[in-house]
């Protein structure tokens, strides 16, 4: 008799009543009267466990089934029995079962519900639960909805390089990569990418239109629910592309994740909705049901000084044009203000990277984040600095070295055919939190890794 | 009037005789009489460039346009002509030709062919020729092949951390990674991946089947055409799944990935094919043609003990069981005797990894590599050690320390549930190089890393 998946079942159960099914899983959970027993089943294929029912009159090995410890291995050979009206729809009614390896009794997840903490020492374990399945099921679509979107729209996948030897944002927190057979491996210092932008430009003078998807590393020491040292990111880039055009990219290829997850891990999201964020579905609803509004940074600033005489309390208070803009602040504009997500345009220079472009007021960069309510900031992206000169200027403005740095050959791309190129980078695990409602980043990735963690 | 791109007009040329049409790109080459000129121009939205005419006697700036350095960005507007019978399907003729940004004339990638090396020296601008747009043009293919293999089997995508405590093969040469402001930031010794496995069997248990994409690396000093210190890997691993299943689901994943190129980059398949590797089509034909016979690494044995008495000659003739099979016997065996793919099966357990199942011959181990004509390997896999005691010593015998290396987690997960599990581990840019005909690895990634290499 062939195998059968509960993945399978579900979709056909009603046409089965009766029928002689084989599956093979471990038992989440199991109770026994004496006499007959229910096992709570999962063969890893769906989210909810089956009820497994058997009776010691028809089970020799009935004392030996109910002693097992959690986890254990079985077959089953049963026969499946609709049960209409209750939680699971169908149920089997045990002839057989086998065990196929039996658990260790140290089985760390017990019936009981465990913490995030406690998880989190056993995340090679943790994907068995209920919270990650769903996790981790929707963080696959996701990625899923995202090759779909630039397959459809013929973005290049580029793999950027993640080891390098110049840093994106010209500063920043970079692990540095050493051989421990030889510290001159490379001829120069190496280090962990921080971003795919540059890789990304270099490509999109090619293809027009590309995009990467790979991790990106941060040697920070925050302990926060929002900060990982390895992280994945998704970053974009179009020649020939202006801001306007930017948030036009960004609002489509966020609608689509949203639209993609709701088609492919609707169970996952409503186990969600119930679990870990009450609201969750119409909080997404009313992303991909609203058009975004763009406004901009100068407008965001009087709004905010408004709100400020007006007695909002915030904890940053001094409201003047140059300042970065707190998550407060986003979250202030995008829930109270314009009720859906919303696209910030023009950012003071001082406040963004060196290679934005400069808009005409030599103030501005040609810059956006797309802020969303209940997270403030998903994702943000900008113009990029065409003009060799102005790009030469503004890195040396920040002590930036281009030959030092060894970015000269991102400079001198500028010099050959780049009439305009735009793109935006995406924190993977920021969104999956803000789909999912999962608040911390830690459980959002397999398996996390952040300063003094190195687990696994 | 509305930008278009060569990819649309490619499409629908036919029915847009005589029609106007604006494009925006850059030129390859020109070439002029003074009264009339050429232009072969690219938007970067097809291979082969669209040939742009213009004349002097409608054209103001023809003496500017006929000096302009290559790699600059014009805007073109013009009338399609269609040109039946020539290798380009239509031309245009231009009314108009505006200048947006003019190139430096110190642009690298001047008409004449460039070498495989200086173009290495220009990664930055190498995918502007047709070599590295073909390539690069089938790697995102390929990776889309997987993703949608994946997909359609109910695979989930999982992210592997890239920095690790533990090291897959037990020993290898891995790079370090070291945070410059906190000697100790992880707590203990941080190395960069070699191998997505152990994260994925963990998952497995969870989601049964599931396969990881992602950058690997090895701190080798090879110089070879094979070898980089980063690499992409995908490592499918099913839970309940054997050795032999595992043998059907590479051979179908093989042959997907090879059907998708078919579909989605046939016209680079075909440029490679006259300029890469003639006769590739006709190999990779030969690969979704035909099954892949299974042949023990016992027979394999006695098959080259054969061929050494009747006088092939291999370099390495001595042939016994317990040796690892070079390049010239496994090609032999593919090219010579079965001539197409083939698995080998059942290694003998010296020459492959510890957590392979060793088989009841105490011996071999449920290990398998894929053999093609043209390469040799493409692939390795087996099913793995399910008992915690034969893993732990496995390990021992080995002289590797599960708490040294911080592998406790990963024999733990045969203590809960893990009845069976397999899977294989696929070099991409093996994989791109064996379905281009690219010859060097370094030219098969964007911006390849390897000893003594760290541009751009």
Same mark, same amino acid.
């Given at each position: 008799?062939?195998?059968?998946?509960?993945?399978?079942?579900?979709?056909?159960?009603?046409?089965r009543?009766?029928?002689q099914?084989?599956?093979?899983?471990s038992?989440?959970?199991?109770? %026994?009267?004496g006499?007959?027993?229910?096992?709570?089943?999962?063969?890893?294929?769906?989210?909810?466990?089956?009820?497994?029912?058997?009776?010691k009159e028809?089970?020799?090995?009935?004392?030996e089934?109910?002693?097992?410890?959690?986890?254990?291995m079985?077959?089953?050979?049963?026969?499946? !029995?609709?049960?209409?009206?209750?939680?699971?729809?169908?149920?089997?009614?045990?002839?057989?079962?086998?065990?196929l390896?039996?658990?260790?009794?140290s089985?760390?997840?017990?019936?009981k519900?465990?913490?995030?903490?406690?998880?989190?020492?056993n995340?090679?374990?943790?994907?068995?639960t209920?919270?990650?399945?769903?996790?981790?099921?929707?963080? %696959?679509?996701?990625?899923?909805?995202?090759?779909?979107?630039?397959?459809?729209?013929d973005f290049?996948?580029?793999?950027?390089?993640?080891i390098?030897?110049?840093?994106?944002?010209?500063?920043?927190?970079?692990?540095?990569v050493i051989?421990?057979?030889?510290?001159?491996?490379?001829?120069?210092?190496?280090?962990?990418t921080? %971003?795919?932008?540059?890789?990304?430009?270099?490509?999109?003078?090619?293809?027009?239109?590309?995009?990467?998807?790979?991790?990106?590393?941060?040697?920070?020491? %925050?302990?926060?629910?929002?900060?990982?040292?390895?992280?994945?990111?998704?970053?974009?880039?179009?020649?020939?592309?202006?801001?306007?055009?930017l948030t036009i990219?960004?609002?489509?290829?966020?609608?689509?994740?949203?639209?993609?997850?709701?088609?492919?891990?609707k169970?996952?999201?409503?186990?969600?909705?119930?679990?870990?964020?009450?609201?969750?579905?119409?909080?997404?609803?009313?992303?991909?049901?609203?058009?975004?509004?763009?406004?901009?940074?100068?407008?965001?600033?009087?709004i905010?000084?408004?709100?400020?005489a007006?007695g909002v309390?915030?904890?940053?208070?001094?409201?003047?044009?140059?300042?970065?803009?707190?998550?407060e602040?986003?979250?202030?504009?995008c829930?109270?203000?314009?009720?859906?997500p919303?696209?910030?345009?023009?950012?003071?220079?001082?406040?963004?990277?060196?290679?934005?472009?400069?808009n005409?007021?030599?103030?501005?960069?040609?810059?956006?984040?797309?802020?969303?309510?209940?997270?403030?900031?998903?994702?943000?992206?900008?113009?990029?600095?065409?003009?060799?000169?102005?790009?030469?200027? !503004?890195?040396?403005?920040?002590?930036?070295?281009?030959?030092?740095?060894?970015?000269?050959?991102?400079?001198?791309?500028?010099?050959?055919?780049?009439?305009?190129?735009?793109?935006?980078?995406?924190?993977?695990?920021?969104?999956l939190?803000?789909?999912t409602?999962?608040?911390?980043?830690?459980?959002?990735?397999?398996?996390?890794?952040?300063?003094?963690?190195?687990?696994?």
């Amino acid at each position: 008799m062939q195998l059968i998946e509960i993945k399978e079942l579900l979709l056909s159960h009603s046409k089965r009543e009766g029928e002689q099914v084989v599956l093979v899983g471990s038992f989440k959970s199991i109770r %026994s009267s004496g006499t007959i027993g229910f096992i709570a089943f999962s063969d890893s294929t769906a989210l909810e466990p089956v009820q497994i029912v058997f009776k010691k009159e028809n089970t020799p090995n009935f004392d030996e089934i109910s002693k097992l410890p959690l986890s254990s291995m079985i077959l089953v050979k049963g026969v499946l !029995r609709n049960t209409p009206g209750k939680k699971q729809p169908f149920e089997i009614q045990a002839s057989k079962i086998v065990v196929l390896k039996e658990a260790d009794p140290s089985y760390p997840l017990q019936k009981k519900a465990h913490g995030s903490e406690f998880l989190r020492e056993n995340a090679h374990l943790r994907v068995r639960t209920n919270k990650f399945y769903v996790i981790m099921k929707i963080r %696959s679509e996701l990625a899923n909805a995202f090759f779909e979107f630039f397959k459809n729209n013929d973005f290049l996948y580029v793999h950027a390089p993640l080891i390098t030897s110049n840093d994106s944002e010209g500063a920043g927190e970079s692990f540095e990569v050493i051989s421990p057979n030889d510290q001159n491996y490379f001829g120069k210092k190496a280090s962990l990418t921080v %971003s795919g932008q540059f890789a990304a430009e270099a490509y999109a003078q090619g293809f027009k239109r590309v995009f990467t998807f790979g991790p990106t590393f941060r040697a920070e020491k %925050s302990h926060t629910s929002k900060h990982l040292s390895e992280f994945w990111m998704i970053e974009p880039e179009v020649s020939l592309m202006d801001l306007d055009k930017l948030t036009i990219l960004i609002e489509q290829c966020v609608k689509h994740a949203i639209y993609y997850l709701f088609d492919y891990a609707k169970p996952e999201l409503e186990w969600c909705n119930e679990n870990l964020e009450p609201g969750l579905i119409d909080k997404l609803n009313n992303v991909i049901n609203n058009d975004f509004p763009r406004v901009e940074y100068r407008e965001v600033i009087e709004i905010l000084k408004k709100a400020v005489a007006e007695g909002v309390e915030f904890e940053v208070k001094d409201i003047h044009f140059g300042m970065d803009l707190k998550s407060e602040h986003e979250r202030y504009i995008c829930e109270k203000v314009f009720k859906r997500p919303v696209f910030v345009i023009n950012y003071p220079k001082d406040v963004k990277a060196f290679y934005m472009k400069l808009n005409d007021d030599n103030q501005t960069v040609a810059a956006t984040d797309l802020l969303a309510p209940g997270i403030g900031e998903i994702c943000g992206g900008s113009q990029r600095e065409d003009s060799y000169n102005k790009l030469l200027t !503004r890195c040396l403005e920040l002590d930036i070295d281009p030959e030092f740095n060894n970015l000269q050959w991102y400079l001198d791309l500028r010099k050959y055919g780049y009439y305009r190129s735009a793109g935006f980078g995406l924190g993977f695990e920021r969104l999956l939190m803000y789909v999912t409602g999962c608040d911390n980043i830690r459980d959002a990735i397999p398996f996390p890794r952040f300063h003094g963690q190195l687990d696994f």
